[in-house]
């Protein structure tokens, strides 16, 4: 697993913030050797994140990175683990 690894660092968090594992949803549309994937990755029926690649695990990498990108500007908020409240 290298620093792109986006689907494991997905499932970590998700783990570790929601108790929840994510699942991937692919389609694919286009000629064999023109083929795209468009694959949407969800969590307790909550869709996080939506990925295109010209490969099934390319999409898949993309839809959890953008996952990933949610995540991120939500530690943004507050009530995690922030001292940060804002007034």
């Not at 290298?2 to 994510?22: C, F, N, Y």
């Not at 795209?36 to 990755?41: A, D, I, L, N, P």
């Amino acid at each position: 697993p290298g620093a792109h690894d986006h689907k494991s660092r997905l499932q970590e968090v998700a783990a570790q913030r929601l108790a929840a594992t994510p699942s991937y949803d692919a389609e694919s549309e286009g000629p064999d050797h023109a083929r795209t994937f468009t694959v949407t990755v969800r969590i307790d029926d909550d869709h996080v994140g939506v990925g295109v690649g010209r490969s099934k695990k390319q999409a898949e990498q993309r839809a959890a990175q953008a996952a990933l990108a949610s995540f991120d500007a939500d530690a943004s908020l507050p009530d995690e683990n922030k001292g940060t409240a804002g007034a």
